[in-house]
Antibody, heavy 119, light 107 residues
Framework: QVQLVQSGAEVREPGASVKVSCKAF????????IHWVRQAPGQRPEWMGW????????KYSQKFQDRVTITTDTSASSAYMELSSLTSEDTAVYYC????????????WGQGTLVIVSS | DIQMTQSPSSLSASVGDRLTITCRAS??????LNWYQQKPGKAPKVLIY???SLQSGVPSRFSGSGSGTDFTLTISSLQPEDFAAYYC?????????FGGGTKVEIK
């Protein structure tokens, strides 16, 4: 059974960084693309970027280009999303999701990680 | 960026009703349109991919249609477990973008 399990909730002060992990179970990690999507309270999901589980190539949304870094550790079947220079507007649930390379629809998703940015 | 517009943003319906939700893209996206269901506190779950393909395990009362800029999600007979939010998402080009959502509530 394919499953993505994310790290737990985080609280950060404005200006700090946060790193969220996403571990894959039940499938060959290197054959898929891992995406990161966030959803602020009451808002639509927002795509942040993806990384190829095999090649490590990345593609970021221009909105986050300067602040986000997505990486993988294939030996751990894990992907990571680090977001820097946090503001209160970054308060959201952050999801990882997997897709077949090039198809860009997400199934499955991780359970989500709540990131709260507050002083 | 491709803008995705859904309508309605919310609706009230009864068990057994037939429901149609629409999604419009700001430019042609072929059939690169996907539909998700999201329940409170949970991650979205894909229902339909490539505009009209039913994801494995999803009940056949869900169907999708359309191409180009206009798409629809239909629920043929609403069940109690279908009360949720629904989002469309274009996978034609990056940045991948989602519609604003349709919240389906019990009448």
């Amino acid at each position: 059974q394919v499953q993505l399990v994310q790290s737990g909730a985080e609280v950060r002060e404005p200006g700090a960084s946060v790193k969220v992990s996403c571990k894959a179970f039940g499938y060959t990690f290197t054959g898929y693309t891992i995406h990161w999507v966030r959803q602020a309270p009451g808002q639509r999901p927002e795509w942040m970027g993806w990384i190829s589980g095999g090649s490590g190539n990345t593609k970021y949304s221009q909105k986050f280009q300067d602040r986000v870094t997505i990486t993988t550790d294939t030996s751990a079947s894990s992907a990571y999303m680090e977001l820097s220079s946090l503001t209160s507007e970054d308060t959201a649930v952050y999801y990882c999701g997997t897709s077949v390379a090039g198809l860009n629809w997400f199934d499955p998703w991780g359970q989500g990680t709540l990131v709260i940015v507050s002083s | 960026d491709i803008q995705m517009t859904q309508s309605p943003s919310s609706l009230s319906a009864s068990v057994g009703d037939r429901l149609t939700i629409t999604c419009r893209a700001s430019q042609s996206i072929g059939n690169h349109l996907n539909w998700y269901q999201q329940k409170p506190g949970k991650a979205p779950k894909v229902l339909i991919y490539a505009a009209s393909s039913l994801q494995s395990g999803v009940p056949s009362r869900f169907s999708g249609s359309g191409s180009g800029t206009d798409f629809t999600l239909t629920i043929s007979s609403l069940q109690p477990e279908d009360f949720a939010a629904y989002y469309c998402q274009q996978s034609y080009s990056t940045p991948l973008t989602f519609g604003g959502g349709t919240k389906v509530e019990i009448k």
